[in-house]
């Protein structure tokens, strides 16, 4: 039984949102690349090149052709730089998309039609023709028309297209000696081998030591014995001093009449004789 196919999901260059929505921006948006799409068989006037003429994977060689014509004006000529076709611009533009979603893949292919439709750009810019068709300097007008416009779908294209070509331009070898990129650093082909362990030396086991006690301090360091007390020399001195014995109160008993003595002073009672 066949497996289903798996794709990875692969934002273009530049693209924030989702891999279905990434174009359509609105109502309005949605209706030109409608129209675009579908008027590109009525206006198709574009010429393959003998170069471009595949095979490829996403792109028909029309399409591959108008990404070349894009890739030439966004990459001018100055010395030292090799051209777009001379690095494989258009194909290695086919090799991003082919990382994309099939929705993806889809919509960049409507783009393409769209920026090379002619009656867009009779709408837009005025020029009844299509982009490969223009000159120079038209074709720099309709890539600032569709960098600057207000419609958010005709930014977002041109923001798409920018980066498609220049991620596909800067990525290839040939450019780098002229930026001043040296290149991805060289990676093994092969793991390192692995140093062979050193040897460790056989432990032979030994029988475990007995634990010692702590080691007592030495005398000097020890601090003096405190005296101690017997215990009953402890209880007394805890005890409170007792206190001093008070003589017990009696109550005085009246002596009786009979033995009261009577003073003799030699003066008598009266009635009473003088013996």
């Known amino acids: 039984m066949a497996r289903r196919q798996r794709y990875q999901r692969v934002l273009l260059p530049g693209e924030k949102e989702g891999r279905r929505d990434f ?11 409608a129209v675009g799409g579908g008027t590109w068989l009525f206006t198709r006037r574009t010429r393959a090149q003998r170069s471009l ?49 099939p929705a993806t893949q889809k919509e960049a292919r409507q783009l393409v039609r769209l920026f090379e439709n002619a009656l867009t750009g009779l709408a837009f810019e005025g020029q009844l023709r299509t982009f490969t068709n223009s000159s120079p300097e038209e074709q720099d007008e309709r890539l600032r028309g569709w960098a600057t416009s207000r419609i958010t779908l005709r930014r977002t294209g041109y923001r798409a297209l ?25 990676l093994p082909s092969q793991p390192p081998a692995r140093k ?15 634990q010692r006690a702590a080691e007592a301090p030495p005398e000097a360091a020890r601090p003096p014995p405190r005296p101690q007390r017997p215990p009953e020399a ?33 003066m008598g009672i009266p009635g009473e004789e003088k013996r």
């Open 196 to 210: 062979p362990e050193a040897e460790k030396p056989e432990v032979v086991d030994r029988p475990a030591r007995p």
């Open 53 to 101: 003429e595949g095979p490829f994977q996403v792109l028909s060689p029309e399409e591959a052709t108008v990404m070349l014509a894009v890739a030439n004006r966004l990459v001018p000529e100055r010395v030292g730089f090799p051209r777009p076709l001379d690095v494989g611009v258009p194909r290695k533009v086919d090799a991003i998309l082919a990382m994309a979603h």
């Open 234 to 266: 402890a209880t007394e001195a805890a005890r409170p001093p007792p206190r001093p014995a008070q003589p017990e109160s009696r109550p005085i008993e009246p002596a009786p009449v009979d033995e009261v003595p009577v003073p003799r002073t030699g």
């Open 162 to 186: 920018k980066r498609l070509v220049y991620a596909a331009y800067y990525a290839s070898p040939e450019t780098w000696p002229v930026i001043g990129y040296a290149g991805p650093p060289d």
């Open 23 to 33: 174009l359509k921006k609105g109502l309005l948006g949605g209706l030109i690349l």
